[in-house]
Structure formats: structure tokens, C-alpha cells
């Protein structure tokens, strides 16, 4: 039933949500509270760890510095991106946002955020790790056809603060995009803003917080390895609420080596692919070239 119900998700949504997953509750509270934390700091520490300070795209990203909507004024959310910490030597630091994470100093407790991100990235890339399962099984595949991309993923944390904004206009929290990679999971906190395109309705639908959930969305990268047989859909934040809105997705972009190319369940035999093959690191870096 559950693979059922995640196989039409996928190919009409690109979207839904994961309750019962067994990521405590209280990890998803404090990485939360991090957030908050991190946010609260003066624009001048924020900015002494900005991502464009070198090249791998780690630490901070001021206010309208996206801008996926051509044309509004950007869009209006600070972020802040964090790796998992490779060890000294790793053949992929320096690469794709792989790289040494900045951790501030001036945060209230500067070891309790440190030990957050490192858990989060665990518990994190263990549910992907499972959610890529359960995907394998949609598409008719052995369980663990996936877990050649997930070992030693290119995972990031990117923590987001969405200000409270005007409800009518061109304002976007984030406006109208796809994601790049192969899938993100989406922990929000309660005030809602999330739209997703409902293609058959031809209208924008709210994916209402659910305490405790995730939401779960395939990015480009899956849909052109199912040979566009899943989609990633489109989505964007306008944050109504009147307060700040606080969300930390978790992108799992794969091992930056692994060659996506046509899923075999995906076509016919006689069918050519779509696509080509193509690194993950070669598809993620084209892809941050067209936004950036």
C-alpha cells in the first residue's frame, strides 16, 4: 500500500508527506530552535561567514540573493548551508559544496549547534537512505538499487528564515522552482506558506503543516533518471503568517561520482533514453550556474 501510494505521488505530484518515520521529534524541535538561534545574530556576524568568501558554497546567503522569479526584486529569506564534516583528506572536500562547514562563534550555544548538524546529517541521511528503498520499489527495482548513490552523499543542510512579507504583489519568500538534485526533505515548523503546483488543477496548493512530518520532493536529477516518469514540480514559499517562518530542507544531491543515466524500469527496450548519462557533480554544478 505504501509503495502504492508513493508511486502516485511521484507521478503526479513530485511531492507528499512522511508521518510515522522515526526521526525523534525533539531533533526536529532543536535543529529548529538552531535555526532561530543562528538567524537572531547581528547582519555583520552573519555576514563574517558568507558562502562567497570561497568557493564551495558553505555558510551564509543574505536576504534577495536567490532569485528564481525574474521578476520580483529576489527572494525575500536568509539561508545558511552546512555539509557533513569530511574528514581531513577526503577525496571530495573542495568539491560540490563539500568543504569545511562554518560554525559560528557568536551563537548562544556554539558546541550544541555544532552536535545538532551532526546529528541531523545522520538521522537524515538514514531516512533518505530508506525513502530511496521504498523508491526502488515503485520503479520495480531490488530495495537497495539506490544505495550506490547514497553512499557518501553529497548532503546539505540549509537552514532558511522566511521575514514576514506584504500578502498581495510580487513578494516571494522563494519564488516559483524546481529542485536540482535527486530528493529533498523539507522539515517546517508550523506556520505554513509551502504552495505546490497542482498541474491538473492548474493552481497553486497549500502543503499544510502536519506536526511531525516531512515533506518529501524528487528534484530534476530523478526525473530525468526515471526518464521523466516522476516529476519535480514546482513550489515556492509566500509567508502569510505575519511572523517569521523557519524551514530547514535537507538535500541529497548523491555520491557527486555516480553516473545517472535511464532507470531500466523506466523505458521499453526497444525505447531510446531521453537523456544521456551525466555525473552528479556535472548535473548539480550546471544547475547552480543557471540561478547563481
Known amino acids: 500500500e505504501l509503495v502504492r501510494q508513493v508511486r502516485h505521488a511521484c507521478e503526479r505530484h513530485g511531492f507528499f508527506q512522511l508521518i510515522n518515520h522515526r526521526v525523534p521529534l525533539d531533533i526536529q524541535e532543536v535543529m529548529l530552535q538552531q535555526a532561530r538561534d543562528l538567524f537572531s545574530l547581528p547582519i555583520e556576524v552573519k555576514e563574517k561567514y558568507s558562502r562567497e568568501l570561497e568557493p564551495v558554497n558553505l555558510g551564509y546567503e543574505s536576504l534577495r540573493s536567490q532569485r528564481f522569479e525574474k521578476q520580483g526584486p529576489g527572494d525575500l529569506k536568509e539561508s545558511y548551508y552546512l555539509s557533513q564534516d569530511l574528514p581531513p583528506g577526503h577525496p571530495f572536500i573542495g568539491r560540490f559544496s563539500q568543504g569545511s562547514n562554518k560554525y559560528p562563534d557568536e551563537i548562544r550555544d556554539p558546541g550544541l549547534f555544532r552536535n545538532t548538524v551532526k546529528d541531523y546529517h545522520v538521522v537524515m541521511s538514514d531516512l533518505g537512505l530508506k525513502i530511496f528503498q521504498v523508491l526502488a520499489q515503485t520503479l520495480h527495482l531490488e530495495e537497495n538499487w539506490f544505495n550506490g548513490f547514497c553512499h557518501d552523499s553529497a548532503n546539505i ?29 523539507l522539515l517546517q515548523d508550523d506556520k505554513g506558506g509551502l504552495q505546490v503546483w497542482d498541474r491538473e488543477a492548474s493552481e497553486w496548493a497549500d502543503a499544510e503543516p502536519v506536526p511531525g512530518a516531512f515533506v518529501v520532493n524528487l528534484g530534476n536529477m530523478l526525473m530525468r533518471w526515471t526518464n521523466d516518469r516522476y516529476i519535480s514540480n514546482l513550489h ?3 509567508n502569510r503568517s505575519g511572523q517569521e517562518r523557519y524551514s530547514v530542507p535537507y538535500f541529497i544531491s548523491g555520491n557527486l561520482d555516480y553516473v545517472v543515466e535511464c532507470i531500466p524500469s523506466c523505458k521499453a527496450e526497444t525505447e531510446k533514453a531521453k537523456y544521456p548519462p551525466i555525473t552528479v557533480e556535472e548535473w548539480m554544478l550546471a544547475r547552480y550556474a543557471d540561478t547563481y
Request: no cysteine; glycine share 16%; charged share 25%.
Open 157 to 185: 543542510i540549509r537552514l532558511v528564515r522566511y521575514p514576514p512579507q506584504e500578502t498581495d504583489g510580487q513578494e516571494r519568500g522563494i519564488g516559483a522552482h524546481t529542485d536540482f538534485g535527486g530528493l529533498t526533505i
Open 236 to 238: 515556492r514559499v509566500i
